[in-house]
């Protein structure tokens, strides 16, 4: 079973950056894809970000060109970058990970975007 602790989570203003870490359990040389979701207030989860263990990246388009996907394997690390903050991009954010057809999630952490 795959472990996922988040961090950097937050209150930016808008037109800020934040950067958040998902840090695996075991190496993400085996995890087929990682990935960050979102909910927004009332509304449902939706991707924002994946990368695949063979280093494709898939984005969002309300994300492309602000935020970043990015691996660090000797640390079991996916971070997202997210620069340009608006207040639309307020929710709680959570990483993803697949192994094996089996799909593990993170505790999810607030990240909030004043204007």
């Known amino acids: 079973q795959v472990q996922l602790v988040e961090s950097g989570g937050g209150l930016v203003q808008a037109g800020g950056s934040l950067t958040r870490s998902c840090a695996a359990s075991?190496?993400?040389?085996?995890?087929?894809?990682m990935g960050w979701y979102r909910q927004p207030p009332g509304k449902q989860r939706e991707l924002v970000a994946s990368s695949a263990s063979g280093g494709a990246t898939n984005y969002a388009e309300f994300v492309k060109g602000r935020f970043t996907i990015s691996r660090d394997n000797a640390k079991n690390t996916v971070y997202l970058q997210m620069n340009s903050l608006e207040p639309e991009d307020t929710a709680v954010y959570y990483c993803?990970?697949?192994?094996?057809?089996?799909?593990?999630w993170g505790q999810g952490t607030q990240v909030t975007v004043s204007s």
């Open positions: 075991e190496s993400i040389f085996s995890i087929n894809f």
């Open positions: 993803d990970a697949w192994k094996r057809l089996r799909r593990y």
